[in-house]
């Protein structure tokens, strides 16, 4: 690790944190640099999930006040779940192929974005429809941390997205829990990818310092924008992260 890598692992997550606590997607910033310093996949997956984790932390502590309940279910419920799902992916990703979720993520990024652009009428036209009960939202939390502790990329704004179209929520309504079950599901994965010996600690340590100050930074932003920047942002950071994506894996 040179001072070059050291200061791009710190300057990403910054970056990553921020973005986390900002709209999500975290680790499309500091998944890319770790990569470029040069480590496998699946090592720079673990090593960028474990980094992120304290500034998740950072960022949900800061909004701790803004926590309610979503769609009706309790916090404690979500986090439970979301904490099994986590353990549950976390241990997909030790035992799979690193390569194996290239060529699903653009497709699951461009679900957040189609659901961000246009979920606000469609949670209308849905709800009008159809009853969408505690038991959904339950199963689909689960696929959430189930997502978050394999891979984590996305998982932010694929909430964000999940939540407006189940419960009709806005992202700046979103920030709290939002948070939360990201910080959630990164610690699941972290004692899963910890044990496992798979987290390069040279380049997470630094990059683990910039991710608290930038989470708290983002935190402290976001509480002082209007919805609809958070919203307008949130929608930017998708797109970009979905061709970003697709000429990855398909280019």
């Not at 990569?35 to 701790?64: E, K, M, Q, Y």
């Not at 407006?164 to 929520?169: D, K, R, T």
């Not at 930074?217 to 929608?235: C, N, S």
Request: include cysteine; aromatic fraction near 10%; charge should be positive.
């Amino acid at each position: 690790m040179t001072i070059a890598y050291l200061l791009l692992a710190l300057a990403a997550g910054f970056v990553g944190g921020a973005m986390n606590a900002l709209a999500g997607g975290g680790t499309f910033a500091t998944l890319p640099s770790l990569l470029a310093i040069g480590l496998p996949a699946n090592i720079a997956n673990a090593t960028s999930n474990v980094a992120l984790l304290p500034g998740a932390g950072t960022s949900a502590w800061a909004f701790r006040d803004e926590l309610g309940p979503v769609g009706g279910v309790g916090i404690r419920t979500l986090a439970a779940i979301t904490f099994a799902g986590g353990l549950v992916g976390s241990v997909l990703l030790v035992v799979t192929p690193s390569k194996a979720f290239d060529f699903i993520i653009p497709w699951l990024v461009l679900y957040a974005f189609v659901v961000l652009a246009f979920g606000k009428r469609a949670s209308a036209w849905l709800q009008q429809r159809v009853t969408i009960g505690r038991n959904t939202l339950l199963s689909v939390q689960m696929l959430l941390g189930i997502y978050g502790g394999y891979f984590g990329g996305g998982v932010g704004l694929m909430t964000t997205a999940t939540y407006g179209l189940l419960a009709g929520h806005t992202p700046r309504e979103l920030f709290a829990p939002r948070t939360l079950m990201l910080a959630i599901a990164n610690l699941a994965a972290a004692i899963v990818f910890v044990a496992a010996g798979m987290v390069r600690w040279t380049a997470c340590l630094p990059m683990l310092a910039g991710a608290v100050i930038g989470g708290w930074a983002g935190a402290h932003v976001g509480k002082r924008l209007p919805a609809e920047w958070v919203r307008v942002w949130t929608l930017l950071v998708t797109g970009v992260t979905t061709i970003v994506f697709f000429a990855r894996a398909y280019g």
